[in-house]
Each structure stands twice: as C-alpha cells, then as structure tokens.
C-alpha cells in the first residue's frame, strides 16, 4: 500500500462545512485491523444526509465517509481474514462514526467485514444497489450457520 492515497474527507469547523477529495496518509487511518483497497462504494439516503452537512450523525471532524464498499485486504491483523480475500461492509456505523469508504483505502473492524463467496461478484453487488448488499449478506450468514 502506498503511504499516500485519495479520500473524501468532511470538515466542520463551527457553522462552516466542508467536503473535499484529498490526498492522505494511510497513518490518517485510525480505526480496526483489516486495510482494505476500496474498488466500490455504493451512495445510499444515510450517506446523502452525510455529505450534506454531517446531518449530526458525524461527531468527529475530520471525518471519511462512506457506508457501504467492497474491495480487497491489503492488510490485516484479524484472524478471519488475509491478504488478497474480496470482502463487502454495509452499515455497523462505518461512514458515520467510524471512518467509511470514499476512500481509495479503508481501516476497518474485520468483525464488520464478509468474505465474498466464489459466486459473488463484488462489482455486481454494487451495481446492484444498497438493496440487494442487505440481502446478499443475510444469504451469506444464513449459509454459513
């Protein structure tokens, strides 16, 4: 991973609200133990509200949106997951208090995180729309148990 990279980063300082496509160091990570190279990141009503003015759900600036992406582990610390493996991330708060996926580059809890299967596309989930992602995890944990 390349120490420096692209995210859209949200400013707030008093009244004044900002949003701006940057170029970052990957120290600028703060949160979890699995780095992923974000390939897509869907846009849904929650993260509109966000890149609006924060719409209160944002607490801390500055701040990486985001809500839902898909890409692969660059790097990991997290027992379930390697270099290499293609996951998805939708929701837990991720884009709100936890820093999100407009980003080429997402730091994230791999307890968030589902491995796609051999039959998943991770461009097709997203193009798809936010929808089908609820609906193509549930098809993966129910699977699993």
């Known amino acids: 991973m390349s120490d420096q990279f692209k995210a859209l980063i949200l400013n707030q300082d008093g009244e004044s609200f900002s949003r701006e496509v940057k170029s970052i160091d ?3 990570l703060k949160h979890g133990d699995v780095t992923v190279k974000v390939e897509y990141s869907g846009l849904n009503y929650k993260d509109a509200l966000i890149l609006k003015n924060g719409a209160r759900l944002v607490k801390e600036f500055p701040h990486i949106p985001g809500i839902d ?3 692969t582990v660059e790097e990991s610390n997290h027992k379930d997951f390697k270099n290499g493996d293609e996951v998805i991330l939708t929701g837990w708060r991720v884009g709100e208090i936890y820093f999100g996926g407009f980003s080429q580059y997402a730091k994230v809890n791999g307890d968030f995180l589902v491995k796609k299967t051999k039959r998943s596309f991770i461009k097709r989930v997203h ?3 936010y929808s089908w992602i609820y609906c193509f995890t ?3 944990h129910h699977k699993e148990y």
């Open 26 to 28: 990957k120290n600028f």
């Open 138 to 140: 549930m098809f993966i």
């Open 69 to 71: 992406f898909s890409g």
């Open 127 to 129: 193009d798809n729309g």
